[in-house]
């Protein structure tokens, strides 16, 4: 790793170390010695990350000829220690039991948040920035994982941006894009069943998040296509860059970006909203870099509060969680429910869903309750074909499937409702506030308004 730092091409020109008092500090600064050697950039100073057993007195001073930051509240000061060096990188000299995995991960997310890359003796976090700033103004949904419902948020805030009568293009990368950006005019073209197994025929991903978004939204997206997903967000292979560019030429009033699982849209955009489901783990979030995710973001939602997914004492901690790392953050809590479109009204059902099965009661009633049917099945294996298949196989007795457009819906279900005669009905999963819709929406407006007027 050291020949890393070695190399006076690698870009970095200051670095920092971490280090912590369980070390003898003599060892310390000998090992500190050694990366000065080594780098040929500047040495900036020293983040002390606690642990004070073999500096008993606590003068840095008679150990140390740098300059020593000291860290007393993690969240607090080490965010200051960063904009205090402003190293480019930071190298971790520390161990157990002062530095354990998850504070590592959390240095990381501090690091991508100030722009710096994070190493250590085997392993290093490259921070890369975006190469493209879209030029229109621009949002990017982002995420902690995948299944939490980003597409669904996408579209919910493209249709609010559409309502106050703006003109929206949604850019979405997904596993599954075309190897070229797609530009898919869904105010103008019937998006039919008919019309999605062609393009799976075609081998097309026909259930693909710009297809969704174009289905749901009826505004016009572009498809682009991502491969791996790192730590912080970044892809290995990706035509976002060229899909921005080419929203950016057709000059909408509002561009959003859509990520896909946990990665990140390659451009930069003028706002980042996270998503994060309610029934992730916060150690889950913390352990790949979804701390950074939140330090970027001006807006938080929390899909899937609902029992029993996820119980008001987990919802509250996520909360709190979010606001120790990120307290300017808007954070608002929501719930999905499908809204089909089209009439299910006296037909017998069956539904197809990526959603956990936990969930089977609560999105039965509330179909038969709301659209006067009756659901005589539902499967939630929509992600996996084999079972998805054998599912729709055992379905005897209904009129109509409902289905989300997504995995394979089209492939699959699409094709299964169309060879035995079925109606298909596509739904949208609407987002839905649930700690205050006014405020969110009314924020929304603000933060447009004061994206146009810092673009001007």
């Not at 079925?422 to 308004?449: G, R």
Request: charged share 25%.
């Amino acid at each position: 790793m050291l020949d890393l730092l070695k190399n006076q091409g690698n870009g970095f020109k200051r670095l920092a170390a971490v280090i912590d008092g369980e070390h003898y500090p003599q060892i310390t600064s000998d090992a500190i010695n050694i990366l000065k050697n080594n780098f040929k950039g500047k040495f900036c100073g020293i983040i002390f990350l606690g642990g004070t057993e073999k500096i008993t007195s606590g003068d840095f001073n008679g150990f140390f000829d740098d300059e020593v930051f000291p860290i007393k509240d993690f969240t607090r000061d080490f965010p200051s220690a960063l904009d205090f060096f402003k190293p480019d990188i930071v190298y971790d000299l520390s161990d157990e039991p002062v530095v354990n995995h998850q504070v590592r991960m959390k240095i990381a997310s501090y690091c991508f948040y100030k722009k710096a890359s994070y190493m250590g003796p085997d392993f290093l976090f490259r921070y890369e920035g975006s190469k493209y700033h879209v030029k229109n103004p621009s949002i990017s949904i982002i995420g902690t994982g995948k299944r939490i419902g980003k597409t669904a948020v996408s579209s919910y805030i493209a249709n609010l941006y559409k309502n106050c009568g703006l003109e929206v293009l949604v850019v979405a990368m997904g596993r599954g894009g075309p190897r070229e950006p797609q530009l898919l005019k869904g105010e103008e073209i019937n998006i039919t069943p008919e019309y999605l197994l062609s393009l799976s025929k075609k081998g097309f991903h026909a259930s693909s998040d710009y297809i969704e978004d174009a289905l749901t939204s009826r505004i016009s997206t572009i498809g682009c296509r991502r491969c791996g997903g790192g730590f912080g967000g970044r892809v290995f292979l990706s035509n976002v860059i060229e899909g921005t560019k080419l929203a950016d030429s057709l000059k909408p009033d509002l561009i959003i970006l859509e990520g896909s699982g946990a990665s990140i849209p390659d451009a930069q955009t003028d706002i980042n909203i996270c998503i994060i489901g309610a029934n992730q783990n916060w150690d889950d979030i913390v352990g790949y870099l979804g701390i950074y995710r939140i330090l970027i973001s001006d807006i938080i939602i929390l899909t899937n509060c609902e029992e029993p997914i996820a119980d008001a004492e987990k919802i509250e901690d996520l909360e709190n969680n979010i606001k120790l790392f990120n307290s300017s953050a808007k954070v608002y809590k929501s719930i999905f429910r499908p809204v089909p479109l089209g009439s299910l009204e006296s037909k017998k059902v069956i539904i197809a869903m990526t959603a956990k099965n936990i969930i089977e009661n609560k999105i039965k009633n509330y179909i038969e309750k709301n659209y006067h049917c009756l659901v005589t099945g539902i499967t939630f294996n929509l992600s996996n074909r084999p079972l998805l298949k054998k599912d729709l196989e055992s379905f005897k007795d209904f009129d109509v499937i409902l289905t989300e457009l997504k995995a394979a819906s089209v492939d699959v279900v699409t094709d299964f409702a169309i060879g035995s005669g079925k109606e298909i009905i596509y739904m949208n999963n609407k987002l839905m506030i649930i700690n205050n819709d006014e405020s969110f929406i009314e924020n929304l407006k603000n933060i447009y308004d004061k994206i146009k007027l810092n673009k001007n």
